[in-house]
């Protein structure tokens, strides 16, 4: 070592060395060396990071992906071997693998599009019903942008719940006639997807929210998919901790509730003071997520059957007062304080009394005024899911003479 770095040095400006001995000015050139050694991707910590980086390619063939019970295959496309998928179906699955951290590249082309056929990519799926979940939302005039081109949701306990969470809806360059380029980066809780454009986000998620937190990918939607590349490890300096809470600091949400045992509601009934739970009720506590989301597909998944539960908290007020409390909420709500029906209503996707933004789950979906008296007050709200995802966030517009219990 000491023979190579007399060699070079021996070729630098304003420097010689004599017999093997360095001067003060020959010391300077050999720290600046030393310093430029260690950040040479050569370096021993730069190989043991780049080992375990290691990209890895995933050919479309019967001995590395499952495709029990789907309808797809292994064809010939534009002079490559790639999965042809139908709608539909069941997703292709990597075999025996696991993925929790790194970066996920590959390339779609739908097929045949004639409007809306959601093309999808799943990633730390642990089983049928835990799994992180991307789609894209095809069209007929690709050329058009909408903010709802992409959209991330996890999946719980077996539901999908894209109508609790469409502020992660965004635009995407995604074409119907070519090949389209994906690469999905993971860190902890993060992640940042890229679409054809590697060097700006469509989408960037704060907080990843399915129970997985480690599984294998997999894909479904009417396509054609290719070039599948996995780097374990490869997360692009995102940081794996949670992002910023936009409601964090907002006091106005209510975040303490309890619930009560679900229940189906009939056909055609609502919900009546009959059905109050009585004394003998029991709660279990129930706190809202991020967002002020209160995320009751968490606790029971989804359900079609009119299935609903109740929730409640208190409010104290200094005086007899009416206040305003905004209220998002899916899929269908009956509102009462101290035991007396103020409000009723519905928001579900895609049904003439959806609320904005489209029947999903906002906090601008509703405002309702609450009469509390001097004292404290109950809040119940029943609950009843029959699409997808359900929840509530609630808000109150003013604390003046309030405390939420």
Known sequence: MKDQLINILNKL????????????????WIA????????MPGSADAQQKNAS????????????WDTASTKSAFV???????????????????????????????????VDVKGFSPIGVYFRRS??????????????????????????????KGSLPFNMYSHFDGPADFHDDQWNHVKIVLSGVQMKVYVNNMTETVLDVPRLESNSSSGT??????????NVVIS??????????????????DVNYIRRWERNTARILPQG?????????????????????????????????????????????????????????????????????NRKLIAADKNQFGQPMSKFPNGCLNIDNSVITLPLKKGDNELLIGLVNNFYGWGIMARLRSLAGITIL
Not at 57 to 63: G, I, K, M, R
Not at 236 to 247: A, H, K, Q, V
Request: charged share 25%.
């Open 13 to 28: 400006p304003l420097t010689r060395v004599k017999n093997g001995d360095f001067n003060s000015f020959t010391c300077i």
């Open 32 to 39: 600046i060396l030393i310093t430029l050694c260690f950040q």
């Open 53 to 64: 980086r290691k990209s890895i390619n995933f050919p479309f063939e019967a001995a590395y």
């Open 76 to 110: 010939n496309f534009k002079g490559m071997k790639v999965l042809k998928m139908k709608p539909n179906t069941n997703p292709v699955v990597l075999k025996n693998y696991k993925l929790s951290n790194g970066t996920i590249e590959f390339d779609t082309q739908p």
């Open 127 to 156: 089983g049928e019903k835990e799994s992180e979940y991307i789609y894209f939302r095809t069209k007929v005039d690709d050329r058009k942008r909408d903010d709802d081109d992409i959209q991330y949701v996890p999946i719980i």
């Open 217 to 226: 990918i997999g894909f479904d939607g009417q396509a054609y998919f290719a």
């Open 232 to 249: 374990l490890g490869d997360t692009d300096g995102l940081s794996p901790l949670e992002g910023i809470d936009p409601t964090r600091h």
């Open 269 to 337: 009934k609502e919900l009546t003071v009959q059905d109050l739970p009585g004394d003998t009720a029991k709660w279990v506590p129930i706190l809202a997520e991020r967002r002020g989301m209160v995320n009751l597909t968490r606790t029971y998944g989804g359900c079609d059957t009119n299935r609903y539960v109740w929730l409640k908290t208190n409010i104290v007020s200094s005086k007899d007062q009416l206040m305003q409390c905004q209220l998002g909420f899916c899929d269908e709500v009956y509102v009462f304080v």
